[in-house]
């Protein structure tokens, strides 16, 4: 429906960009497929990790910890949008750099990104680790699930200084063609870091286990971002 849409408008008057159908190309298909298999991976990633964080939750806190994770992921999804939406707004320049060959412009790029995505990050932290039981409250939770959800902000939050980073550096790889990069960074975060992090710590700390593998996992793939980051911006400049 939406791809109808915006067919519908890109066709229209109002558009001054127009599409121009034609036959469809193999080559060019495979390619499209190739930069959005990063994309697609992390839909299928996703969907295991909150099946398995709803399983956990219900087995550590019942129904209260469940509705505070429930909170929590929709409250991520607006603080987190922001810095989404700085990644995907670079990932078409830093593309475009890279097809021209301007590597300067590209690093500056990603760079810019990198630096606006991590103050933003970090301006929502603040605000989370200062008023972190106000701002649970404001979705109705009480009792046993507003002191879940409070836990869980200020324990998932302790990530944002570096998560744009970690958000901006997957979107990268896929930019400059390289989406096997992009697929492994989201295979290793959330299927090979986070999945076991979160059965492995709610062991020992319960339900605070659960949320703190969240950044922990976050912190993990960065490190094996920043090196993989700055190895190929050296190779490009060399």
Do not use: H
């Not at 590209?106 to 990198?114: D, G, I, M, N, Y």
Request: aromatic share 10%; hydrophobic share 50%.
């Amino acid at each position: 429906v939406c791809l109808a849409v915006r067919l519908a408008y890109f066709r229209s008057s109002r558009s001054r960009l127009k599409i121009a159908f034609t036959r469809p190309s193999r080559s060019v298909a495979s390619q499209i497929c190739r930069c959005g298999s990063a994309a697609l991976t992390g839909q299928f990633a996703t969907f295991a990790v909150y099946t398995a964080m709803t399983c956990l939750l219900l087995d550590l806190g019942g129904s209260d910890a469940l509705a505070a994770g429930g909170v929590l992921e929709r409250l991520f999804s607006l603080l987190v949008m922001p810095v989404v939406a700085i990644s995907v707004g670079a990932q078409p320049i830093i593309s475009y750099n890279y097809g021209s060959g301007d590597t300067g412009r590209l690093r500056r790029s990603l760079w810019s990104a990198v630096g606006l995505a991590t103050a933003v990050s970090c301006l929502a932290m603040l605000i989370c680790q200062l008023f972190p039981s106000s701002i649970m409250s404001l979705f109705f939770l009480r009792g046993n699930a507003l002191t879940y959800g409070t836990d869980a902000l200020l324990i998932c939050t302790l990530s944002f200084p570096v998560i744009g980073l970690a958000i901006v550096g997957s979107e990268y790889f896929p930019a400059v063609y390289r989406p096997r990069v992009g697929v492994v960074l989201t295979l290793l975060r959330q299927i090979v870091f986070l999945l076991p992090l979160m059965y492995i710590l709610s062991r020992y700390w319960q339900i605070n286990g659960l949320w703190a593998a969240l950044p922990l996992s976050d912190l993990l793939i960065v490190l094996i971002t920043v090196p993989l980051l700055m190895s190929d911006l050296s190779r490009r400049s060399g």
